[in-house]
Structures are given as structure tokens and as C-alpha cells.
């Protein structure tokens, strides 16, 4: 079973930037789906972002344009690299994985906490 472990969080004032790490181990990350939920205080978790492959991912269109999500298979790291930060990013970023073939989730990171304000 993989373990995850979030990094990168922080405050930044509005257009800024951040680079969110999602480190594994316990397994290689080739066998699984990669992505990241978030959730603002209030709100339910949303979809932010999922990767299947170095050449295949997708975003939702509230950050298509500003986010960009990568896989490091070599490193068994993920990213979320986040630009142009608007407030309504403020949110907690989960990491999580799902096993190649399955629907469910099958681990979720702890978060990493994503401040935007001036």
C-alpha cells in the first residue's frame, strides 16, 4: 500500500506561485493514478487535478491555465504547480492515489494548507 505526504503549502499574496510535492513510498507510483483534491473551509473536497501518465493528465476548468500537474516516476513524486493564485484557491491540497483498473481511491495524503491573500 503507498503512503503520501504532501508538501509545499504556504501564504502567497494573490498572482503568486507555489510548487506542491506529493512524495510516495511504500510502492512505486507507476502502478497508480495520481491527482489532487482540495477543500476550502465550507466547502465540500473538489477535484483539482489527476495524471495517468507522464503524457496523459487533465485539470478542471477553474485552473486550466493556471495549474499544471506532473509525475516524477523516477523520484515516486508528484506535483501540483500552482500560478497566478487567486483567494478562491485558499484551500487544504490533498494528494491521492488510486490503483491502475480500480475506482476507488485507495490513499489519501494529510494536506498541505494553500493561503492566498494580500
Known amino acids: 500500500q503507498v503512503q503520501l505526504v504532501e508538501s509545499g503549502g504556504g501564504l502567497v499574496q494573490p498572482g503568486g506561485s507555489l510548487r506542491l510535492s506529493c512524495a510516495a513510498s511504500?510502492?512505486?507510483?507507476?502502478?497508480?493514478?495520481l491527482g489532487w483534491y482540495r477543500q476550502a473551509p465550507g466547502k465540500e473536497r473538489e477535484l483539482v487535478a489527476s495524471?495517468?501518465?507522464?503524457?496523459?493528465?487533465q485539470v478542471v476548468d477553474s485552473v486550466k491555465g493556471r495549474f499544471t500537474i506532473s509525475r516524477d516516476e523516477a523520484r515516486n513524486v508528484a506535483y501540483l504547480q500552482l500560478n497566478s493564485l487567486k483567494p478562491e484557491d485558499t484551500a487544504v491540497y490533498y494528494c491521492y492515489a488510486k490503483f491502475r483498473g480500480t475506482t476507488e481511491i485507495s490513499t489519501w495524503g494529510q494536506g498541505t494548507q494553500v493561503t492566498v491573500s494580500s
Open positions: 511504500g510502492s512505486r507510483i507507476s502502478m497508480y493514478v
Open positions: 495524471i495517468y501518465n507522464r503524457f496523459a493528465s
